[in-house]
């Protein structure tokens, strides 16, 4: 079985900390999303990686920024939070050229 | 750009009616096309998928056809049951570059 990993299932910062959220996966999968999912909004892409050191931006990039320094991890990371960015952070994995997508269990970010 | 609209929620049925959820999409290509479920505390789930024009994707009773023609996807059921409560996504993919891209869910209540 693919297993996506977040690093964090809850997790409660202060407004201006840096927050890095992980994500780990075991299949050696090229393609991993960042989505925030909000009520009324669904999910919203933040950024996506096909490859090692290659990130591209989605439709929400604004106060975050990545890093995929191997494979198998996907990093998101709020340079400062902000109260607006208190949501559910899902990350998901893709093999380049299947078509079914896998999730890890999401991390409930408050900023406060 | 590629995006994905879903009907709008909440959806509140009784149980044993009959389900549809619309889905259309826009896209410069050939996406695969998907429905997701989230059940209440739970991560997304693949409820199922169709991955080419005319092709019919079913599961749980659940069923969606890939219309070309139309850009569209709408999940069906013939009979709902309380246990289909849950948050439905429609979502593409494109095979080439793997970028996944999510409706905004549409929430389905069923009533005893």
């Known amino acids: 079985d693919v297993k996506v990993t977040q690093s964090s299932r809850y997790l409660v910062k202060r407004t201006g900390e840096k927050v890095f959220l992980e994500c780990v996966q075991d299949?050696?999968?090229?393609?991993m999303f960042w989505y925030r999912q909000d009520p009324g909004l669904g999910l919203r892409l933040i950024y996506f990686?096909?490859?090692?050191?290659?990130?591209e931006k989605g439709d929400i990039p604004e106060g975050y920024s990545v890093s995929r320094e191997k494979k198998e991890r996907f990093s998101l990371i709020l340079e400062s939070a902000s109260t607006n960015q208190t949501s559910m952070y899902l990350c998901?994995?893709?093999?380049?050229?299947?078509?079914?997508?896998?999730f890890g269990q999401g991390t409930r970010l408050t900023v406060v | 750009g590629d995006s994905v609209t879903q009907m709008e929620g909440p959806v509140t049925l009784s149980e044993e009616a009959f389900l549809t959820i619309n889905c259309t999409y826009t896209?410069?290509?050939?996406?695969?096309l998907f429905w997701y479920v989230q059940y209440p505390g739970e991560g997304l789930q693949l409820l199922l998928k169709?991955?080419?024009?005319?092709d019919k994707g079913s599961n749980k009773g659940f069923e969606a056809t890939y219309r070309k023609e139309t850009t569209s996807f709408h999940l069906e059921k013939g009979s709902v049951q309380v246990s289909d409560s849950a948050v439905y996504f429609c979502?593409?993919?494109?095979?080439?570059?793997?970028?996944?891209?999510f409706g905004q869910g549409t929430e389905l209540s069923v009533k005893p």
């Open positions: 998901a994995t893709i093999k380049q050229g299947a078509s079914e997508a896998f």
């Open positions: 979502a593409l993919i494109f095979f080439q570059g793997g970028k996944l891209i």
């Open positions: 990686s096909y490859d090692v050191k290659m990130k």
């Open positions: 169709a991955t080419k024009a005319d």
């Open positions: 299949m050696d999968h090229e393609n």
């Open positions: 896209a410069t290509g050939y996406p695969s």
